[in-house]
């Protein structure tokens, strides 16, 4: 069995695997060939659209800025529909506007200018990136109970204890009274709330921060069978790849962009803008209804805010981990080739153990890999916005 991982770089579509020897990705497909997609998009689809309808939520002209008086501009003039049983991963910096933006989508936040349609039969679950004030007397499943007792999710029936289960509150748990939950249990009853209500469309912001591997799971198995729209905001790339059919970001610069290629297309861009602040942005790969870019992406080369030796520490440390991203490269290249050997050995036999082996092994240092990655972008973000 090759991990999620790996099966998510295979299904992330030729734009990701273009890198990749072609024997490679044979050896991987063959891998996979009888492992069944997470979802069957065609089925969600038309199981959406029979219960959206084609209109969800569409913006128009849309201007999102922040509030006034500062009313800076997030988004500027942006047409934006999102489609019956469409998947959407949402990704940009901290403060670049995503929370603003899905506050926006579910009808909260005013534009600036421009309009915003719904759908007749819209029926929006928010989990909202703040904890939601409830009743701290009230037990947690009384508080899913007051939302509803029971829901279909994913074609199957499930009583609000059951639901609440699979979200990793045991039954002792849940008759727990709320002011004695910590602060991720609240966030996961909150998350349990929403997904009871039974919505249509739902707007995730940042639901993973308080989930535990367990938990994380089962959130994505419910949502591998939910036909509904989605739009989740996420720092958690194998999140996104996982439950999200197309990426879109925002990169500071006044448009929403659509990434084919993905959080590693998203990764590439924010290197290229941070390495390179003083060059024009690279072209975006496409904007639906967005006139020029308002130019508003940093040009910051200097660090304001930080002292020189502040600022060569980070520059230090960015080194090092460009170099150890370099050596994890090199050893995930050898372990891809190896395991690519041992899923088709000469003489046939496959040894499967070895196989379970090098894919875990494969999978720690790619996790490793990302893990440098993002701590990389931190870094150089910090150095480009002067503060630590
Ligand atoms: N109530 C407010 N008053 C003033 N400015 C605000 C307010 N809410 C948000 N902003 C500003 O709007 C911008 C976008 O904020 P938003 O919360 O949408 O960003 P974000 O991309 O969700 O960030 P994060 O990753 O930290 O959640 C930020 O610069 C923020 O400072
Ligand atoms: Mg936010």
């Known amino acids: 069995n090759l991990a999620r991982k790996e099966l998510a770089w295979l299904r992330r579509g030729a734009p990701a695997r273009t890198s990749k020897p ?9 891998l996979i060939k009888n492992v069944p997609a997470p979802r069957d998009n065609v089925e969600l689809m038309s199981f959406a659209t029979k219960r959206l309808g084609k209109k969800v939520i569409e913006l128009e002209d ?10 800076r501009v997030l988004v500027d003039d942006l047409t934006w529909r999102l489609a019956p049983g469409e998947r959407i991963g949402l990704v940009g910096v901290n403060g670049s506007g995503k929370t603003t933006l899905l ?32 009743d701290g007397e009230r037990r947690l499943l009384d508080a899913v109970e007051d939302v509803a007792t029971r829901v279909e999710i994913g074609g199957k029936e499930l009583t609000a204890s059951q ?28 998350l349990t709330r929403v997904l009871m209500a039974e919505p249509n469309v739902l707007l995730l912001d940042e639901p993973t921060n308080d989930l535990d591997i367990d938990t994380l799971q089962e959130l994505e198995s419910l949502l591998d069978g939910w036909a509904g729209t989605l739009v989740v905001i996420s720092h958690d790339r194998y999140l996104i790849e996982r439950i999200c059919d197309s990426t879109w970001a925002l990169f500071g610069d006044g448009k929403l962009t659509n990434l084919p290629g993905g959080i590693q297309q998203y990764l590439d861009r924010r290197r290229e803008l941070i390495a390179a602040p003083a060059a024009p942005a690279a072209p975006s790969s496409a904007s639906p209804g967005q006139d020029a870019a308002s130019g508003t992406a940093s040009g910051a080369a200097s660090s304001p805010g930080l ?25 995930v290249d050898t372990l891809t080739a190896k395991l690519a ?29 990302d893990d440098c990655e993002m701590r990389w972008l931190e870094v150089a973000e910090m150095r480009e916005e002067g503060h630590v």
Not at 63 to 68: D, E, G, L, N, W
Not at 163 to 190: H, M, N, V, Y
């Open 163 to 190: 639901l609440a289960e699979r979200l990793g509150f045991s039954a002792k748990r849940q008759r727990t009274p709320i002011r004695d939950l910590s602060g991720g249990e609240r966030r996961r009853l909150q």
């Open 22 to 30: 072609r024997y490679r990705i044979e050896a991987a497909e063959a």
């Open 341 to 369: 050997d041992a899923a088709m050995p000469a003489d046939g036999n496959i040894d499967t153990a070895l196989l379970a082996d090098l894919d875990r092994e494969l999978q720690g240092v790619r996790s490793e890999h």
């Open 103 to 134: 506050r926006t989508l579910a009808g909260e936040y005013p534009l600036a200018a421009g309009k915003r349609i719904e759908g007749r039969t819209v029926e929006i679950g928010w989990l909202r990136q703040e904890l939601e004030d409830l």
């Open 62 to 71: 849309a201007t999102v800025t922040t509030p006034p008086p500062e009313a």
């Open 307 to 331: 002292s020189a030796q502040e600022d060569r520490e980070l520059k230090k440390e960015l080194n090092a981990l460009e170099r150890k991203m370099q050596k994890l490269s090199a050893k």
